[in-house]
């Protein structure tokens, strides 16, 4: 296990867990909209997404440490450099207008991590999007929200129909869920300033909030104008999963709770798709 557990850390810091599961949550739709299977699609999102976190998460220790960056961390930059050059290789072969589209997530992703706004908008020393206090978890549900559900759609010269744009908000909602356990542990850790769900209405209100919102989430199947049994099953599941990870969320729990199990919830979505 010892042996292991590098390997797992390796998997989860690079960003290739969280990968997987937008690549999921890519074919989840796929699947539910009846739109054609797209690899080159799934892999861009698959690499995109790497490639995308890891600049947010080590931009900052990358530009003030290059000169003695941990090994790890030089392991991962060559690995997100390759990711780089492997997403613009399936990106050129998207549609054009998907190409436009997905320009501009690129720079919601390049303002989330990069220095710009003015003092009084934000927190601590970091002058991104990512430290505007109580935005983080809304920016993270409409990126994943767009590309997991719009993406597609797009690429496929598909109708952007009543059920499309449910299924979209049913995403943004989901991953704006599956947010909370990763800010109920990270409570003790966050600045004040960053304004969380948690830091703002409390741990219980929070898990009450989850509820609430998986409730509308859930309810959102019923609108549908392509009502199936099999897909209210499916959100039924994927719904009770992701209330019992928020319900048992606490400010103890490891790293791998959130990071590895939580995350894994549209993994084992698309898993159940694929079995039933």
Known sequence: MN??????????N???????AVFSMTYVTVLELGLPTDWPLFLFVFFSTITGYNFVKYFGMAKFHHRRLARWLKIIQVFSLVCFFLMLWFLWQLQPQTIVYV???????????????????????????RNIGGLKVYVIALVWAGVTVLLPVLDKNG???LDVWLTAIQRFLLVMLLMLPFEIRDLQYDSLKLATIPQKIGIKNTK??????????LMLEFFKDQLSLKLILLTLAVTLI?????VFANKKRSNYYSSFWVESVPIFWLVLHLIF
């Open 3 to 12: 042996r292991l557990k590098p390997l797992i850390d390796f998997y989860i």
């Open 14 to 20: 690079s960003s290739i867990h969280v990968a997987v």
């Open 103 to 129: 320009a501009v997530f690129g720079v919601v992703t390049f303002l989330y991590a990069i220095p710009f706004l003015p003092k009084r908008y934000f927190v601590d020393r970091q002058k991104n999007l």
């Open 159 to 161: 109708l952007f129909t």
């Open 208 to 217: 009450i909030m989850g509820v609430l919102v998986s409730m509308v989430f």
């Open 242 to 246: 992701t209330l019992l990870f928020i």
